[in-house]
């Protein structure tokens, strides 16, 4: 069976923990949950037939007061940057965390989550900015904790993407 870590990445409350909760217990809290250091879960899918066990590290929101230590990135296979579509700041902050971390663990594989669709009345990211991203190699999906939208697609497409 494959093992692969996929580190969660994002500034503070964009949905990181969340995601990870939707997508290994099925569950979703209204309440918010402040993440300290790294939290690990795991999750076997199954990608062409073979097992694909994920590590997820749901590390904590990087903000103006708390940079991310790159060590947590070390031996990771993937991550996916979250980012809130109803705070632009936040992928703007995302794509300087995205910088960072090319610099300290190289390329790797990389999915851009923009997290809460289930609020697009309130979306402040436009789909102009979008198309720049995926015209610069970014594959975005649109997730909501919250209802479940997407994201077990995105994790698919990661495994499916680490599998390969």
């Not at 949950?33 to 795991?42: L, Y």
């Not at 076997?44 to 947590?72: C, F, P, T």
């Not at 991203?133 to 495994?159: N, P, Q, R, Y």
Request: charged content about 25%; hydrophobic content about 45%.
């Amino acid at each position: 069976m494959l093992q692969k870590k996929i580190c969660m990445l994002g500034t503070f409350a964009v949905g990181k923990t969340s995601l990870v909760c939707r997508f290994v217990e099925s569950i979703f809290s209204e309440a918010y949950q402040t993440s300290i250091g790294v939290k690990i879960d795991k999750k076997v899918v199954r990608v062409n037939n073979e097992e694909v066990n994920l590590v997820l590290w749901d590390i904590y929101g990087e903000d103006a007061y708390q940079k991310i230590h790159m060590s947590y990135l070390r031996g990771m296979s993937g991550y996916l940057l979250v980012a809130d579509g109803t705070r632009r700041k936040t992928l703007d902050d995302a794509l300087a965390l995205n910088e960072r971390v090319i610099q300290e663990a190289g390329k790797v594989p990389a999915i851009l989550v923009i997290n809460k669709s289930d609020l697009a009345d309130k979306w402040e990211i436009e789909a102009a900015r979008e198309k720049e991203l995926i015209a610069g190699g970014w594959t975005i999906f649109h997730t909501s904790a919250k209802t479940g939208a997407s994201v077990e697609d995105v994790f698919s497409k990661m495994a499916a993407t680490l599998a390969e």
